[in-house]
């Protein structure tokens, strides 16, 4: 139980594309959904929290216009990156929680990697 | 300022070379304590769970402890399967379910 889906798992786009990163629980409810971003040999870097049904509480730094969050159903929630940059290029990791839980449990991860 | 340090940050052993991996924390009203696994490449998977001091959670090699200022995670007779980055994350009361990651103990375990 508790499997956390992400598509895609890699990703090559043009600078000033957008682009879109789908996260899936696929076998429970998540009350809530978490945007991660890891750099090589380093930890993870949360980016924001969001709730089903709210709109995203942003991390310090991260820019809410350009990680745009959308979390429309238990079981669905989104990071489309707008206008990337080459400096977008990372490892960007979802995870979700039910509400009866304190474990987070994390997608595969999708490597976004801008020309 | 709450803070999660994990010691050290890589650590190579020999296949049934039993060692422990540390998470020392320094934060305000600790809710609980998560160790995850993270191979190259993948999303970290879960492991275990801790609330409170004295407790302890086994899964085949791993056991993980917890006291009031660390958590120790102890590899017994480890196998190179095991080789992963191994991450620490406390979660806080009243912080929405975020997780503070520590930077992570890279093991790796030879034949």
């Known amino acids: 139980g508790a499997v956390v889906s992400q598509h895609p798992s890699r990703v090559i786009c043009k600078s000033g594309t957008s682009v879109k990163i789908e996260c899936r629980s696929l076998?429970?409810?998540?009350?809530?959904m978490f945007w991660y971003r890891q750099f090589p040999k380093q930890s993870l870097m949360l980016m924001a929290t969001?709730?089903?049904?709210?709109?995203?509480?942003?991390e310090q730094g991260v820019e809410k216009d350009k990680f745009l969050i959308n979390h429309a159903s238990l079981t669905l929630s989104t990071l489309t990156v707008t206008s990337a940059h080459p400096e977008d290029s990372s490892f960007y990791i979802c995870?979700?929680?039910?509400?009866?839980?304190?474990?987070?449990?994390f997608g595969p991860g999708t490597r976004l990697t801008v020309l | 300022e709450d803070q999660v340090t994990q010691s050290p940050e890589a650590l190579r052993l020999q296949e049934g070379e039993s060692s422990s991996l540390n998470c020392s924390y320094t934060?305000?009203?600790?809710?609980?304590l998560f160790w995850y696994r993270q191979d190259p490449g993948k999303g970290p998977e879960f492991l275990f769970t801790?609330?409170?001091a004295g407790e302890e959670k086994e899964k085949e090699r791993l056991k993980a402890t917890l006291t009031k200022k660390e958590s120790f995670l102890h590899i017994t007779a480890p196998k190179p399967e095991d080789s992963a980055t191994y991450l620490c994350?406390?979660?806080?009361?009243?912080?929405?379910?975020?997780?503070?990651f520590g930077q992570g103990t890279e093991l790796s375990v030879k034949p």
């Open positions: 995870s979700a929680k039910g509400g009866a839980t304190d474990t987070q449990y």
């Open positions: 076998d429970f409810q998540a009350t809530t």
């Open positions: 969001s709730n089903e049904g709210s709109k995203a509480t942003y």
């Open positions: 934060v305000s009203g600790l809710r609980g």
């Open positions: 801790l609330y409170s």
């Open positions: 994350a406390v979660l806080l009361y009243n912080q929405g379910g975020k997780l503070i």
